[in-house]
């Protein structure tokens, strides 16, 4: 008797179960052929009268946006890129004592970075055993990369382009579609999401958005590689965030790594090592997108009030007694 | 009232004329400085102790007057396209380089004919002036596709196709002309596709800063207005449905352009919902327009062109935001030129 009545509910389950699935489902007409899934979403119809952000830049005189609160709509961008499965690739560097920045940076990366999209972290290192263990999201992946250390900072710094070329040539473009080359010694605070997502990325650094260009800190010596001219330059970028899609990553830092090469060979170091010869090079391969500095920010800074979010910064340290 | 008190009286108005004449042009120059510049309470280098001596603000040599009066991007950060927005020589620089040929298709369809030359000569000297372009006049009427002198590196190819007596089926038709094309000949041949209606004439500068993946211009009839009034198919029926409450802008069917690979996804894919609907026994409310919209609402374009692009003086005349009309609408008689 119980058996019976068992196997009624269930069966009575089963068809409920089924019915309800059949009334949420939408039951073609005979005569459609074809059934396009149609977007959920819900947003305000795009202003065409006024601007979003009247008090700062918003677009580049070469067309590329710059991206900053207000001027997106974060739903309808990740709507349209999480569909295509992406995967999403980080490269950090942790060398020396830099590895004490691991732990803080994963777990705000989970928090903030790239929601719902596959994330893999490649974290190049000199000592993998200083390597926390975090825990990660499914759908995201840490490796640990092994490179050599070196005494000076300096040297580091400047090897990163050609370590972070090396490895897309033989991994990094196998295995992800977007790469954002980040410094370690940062924070995610804010949601970071698929309005960075472009084919060649810079971020504008926060010491110098409201300076003239003169004042910019470009390399000014004639003799190396990353020399620009008075009158030359657009914006000042930082050399702690970058990034694209894969291919246009490889040539730019391919790019960077034959100049710095070429200085090396005359015996000149660029006033600030690396970021100098990205500046050099985005002038001449302007980006397609520039991220403003909510994307990179010096915690040091009192926030102005166009700056409407901080979304990574720096951590506050005492950064002499972490070089050498 | 005696003339000591007169004296003193108009003295004091005299002084608070002064002063309000101080603070409005106060006012005006600080209003004007705010708006155009950057500021930040701080401005120190992070590194470097470089003295600031004036006040901070952002500073693009490069930069062409900034628009204020316009949006700049859509909400999925596609830049618009607006005069005073762009610096033609920094993005000539970027384009000269890529050795690139852009193909323009335009459909002259019987007595369509007749607008050929008018379009191909404005062509000849406002777009892509410098570059390879190619012109692929779809027509029946090959013997009627006028001689033009045309620039170095640029071309008229002929393409002979079928007529059809009603003209919403000649417009519907040429989106699957052009994707029919993009195997035969675009692929090989050209880097970007730009889709015009034929019956335009070019009036300024149509350059690379149009160039993007996928590029939709707004319809000039519907700029600036709300979208339940947008002329969007509303019957769900019709696979250019769009439901009240949805989509961002109105596009034209008679200029949307991009890379070729995405012009053929576009083409395929809108003459595919078009053969679906002929099937269900529907006709879109503005054909291949509404089918352009549809998609373009899906797939959003990565630039957008204002109407700038395309305009109608005779209809629209001139408003303040429209700095320049670089291509306007050929005045004409619709009930001649139509089916004939």
Redesign the interface.
């Known amino acids: 008797m119980r058996w019976r009545s068992m196997l009624l509910a269930a069966i009575t389950l089963t068809l409920l179960s089924i019915f309800l699935v059949i009334c949420s489902m939408k039951l073609p007409a005979t005569e459609e052929k074809k059934f396009r899934p149609f977007p959920q979403l819900l947003y305000p119809q795009p202003k065409l009268l006024e601007q979003q952000r009247k008090d700062v830049l918003t677009l580049t005189p070469w067309l590329a946006p710059i991206v900053s609160e207000g001027t997106f709509n974060s739903e309808l961008l990740n709507n349209a890129y999480r569909p295509l499965n992406l995967t999403i690739g980080v490269t950090a560097f942790a060398v020396g004592k830099y590895t004490r920045f691991v732990r803080r940076f994963l777990e705000s990366a989970e928090e903030f970075f790239m929601q719902g999209f596959q994330v893999n972290y490649y974290i190049f290192t000199d000592d993998p055993e200083a390597i926390p263990h975090v825990p990660l999201r499914p759908g995201r992946n840490l490796s640990v990369i092994p490179i050599q250390g070196f005494s000076h900072w300096e040297e580091i710094s400047m090897r990163r382009m050609e370590s972070i070329n090396k490895f897309i040539a033989s991994r990094g473009h196998r295995e992800v579609d977007y790469l954002y080359c980040l410094d370690i010694d940062m924070v995610f605070w804010n949601p970071w999401g698929a309005e960075t997502l472009g084919d060649l990325v810079a971020a504008i650094h926060p010491g110098y958005f409201t300076v003239p260009r003169w004042q910019f800190p470009y390399e000014r010596r004639p003799l190396s590689t990353a020399f620009v001219a008075d009158g030359e330059g657009d914006f000042y970028y930082g050399g702690a965030v970058f990034g694209g899609r894969v291919e246009r990553v490889y040539e730019f830092t391919g790019g960077c790594h034959m100049a710095i090469l070429a200085d090396k060979a005359n015996g000149i170091m660029a006033a600030w090592q690396e970021e100098s010869h990205l500046n050099r090079r985005f002038i001449s391969h302007k980006p397609s997108k520039v991220l403003s500095p909510e994307y990179l920010w010096d915690d040091r800074k009192p926030q102005p009030p166009s700056l409407k979010l901080i979304r990574f910064s720096t951590l506050d340290k005492d950064s002499m007694n972490l070089k050498n | 009232m005696n003339s000591k008190t007169k004296d003193c009286l108009s003295k004091t108005y005299r002084d608070w004329l002064w002063v309000i004449l101080v603070l409005a042009a106060f006012l005006g120059g600080y209003s004007t400085y705010f708006?155009l510049e950057?500021?930040?309470?701080?401005?120190?280098?992070?590194?470097?102790s470089?003295q600031?001596h004036e006040k901070?603000?952002?500073?693009?040599?490069?930069?062409?007057q900034?628009r204020?009066?316009?949006?700049?991007?859509?909400?999925?950060?596609?830049?618009i396209?607006w005069d005073g927005?762009?610096?033609e020589d920094?993005?000539n620089e970027?384009f000269q380089g890529r050795n690139i040929t852009i193909g323009v298709t335009i459909f002259a369809i019987k007595k369509y004919v007749i607008f050929l030359k008018l379009f191909l000569e404005t062509a000849e000297k406002h777009f892509m002036v410098g570059y390879k372009v190619n012109y692929y006049v779809f027509t029946d009427r090959p013997n009627d596709v006028p001689k033009i002198p045309l620039q170095e590196g640029r071309k008229i190819i002929t393409l002979v196709v079928q007529n059809y007596s009603r003209w919403q089926d000649i417009s519907m038709h040429r989106m699957e002309m052009i994707s029919n094309y993009c195997h035969q000949l675009f692929f090989k041949d050209v880097d970007y596709l730009v889709c015009l209606d034929v019956d335009m004439k070019f009036n300024d500068h149509v350059g690379v800063?149009m160039l993007s993946d996928l590029v939709g211009t707004?319809h000039p009839g519907f700029?600036?207005a709300?979208?339940e009034t947008f002329t969007y198919e509303r019957r769900p029926k019709s696979?250019a449905y769009i439901p009240r409450?949805?989509?961002?802008?109105y596009y034209m069917g008679g200029f949307f352009g991009g890379k070729v690979q995405q012009v053929y996804k576009l083409t395929k894919a809108c003459h595919?919902a078009m053969l679906?609907d002929k099937?269900?026994r529907i006709e879109a409310v503005w054909h291949d327009e509404s089918h352009l919209n549809k998609y373009l609402f899906?797939h959003?374009p990565t630039?957008v062109l204002p109407p700038e692009y395309m305009w109608d003086k005779q209809l629209l005349g001139w408003p303040a935001f429209l700095r320049k009309m670089r291509m306007l609408a050929v005045p004409k008689n619709h009930a001649k030129i139509r089916n004939k």
């Open positions: 708006i950057h500021h930040s309470s701080s401005p120190e280098p992070a590194t470097q470089v600031h901070p603000k952002i500073e693009l040599q490069t930069a062409s900034r204020i009066d316009v949006p700049l991007l859509t909400p999925w950060l596609a830049p396209v927005t762009f610096d920094i993005l970027q800063e707004l700029y600036g709300s979208r696979q409450g949805k989509g961002d802008y595919e679906i099937s269900n899906l959003k630039k």
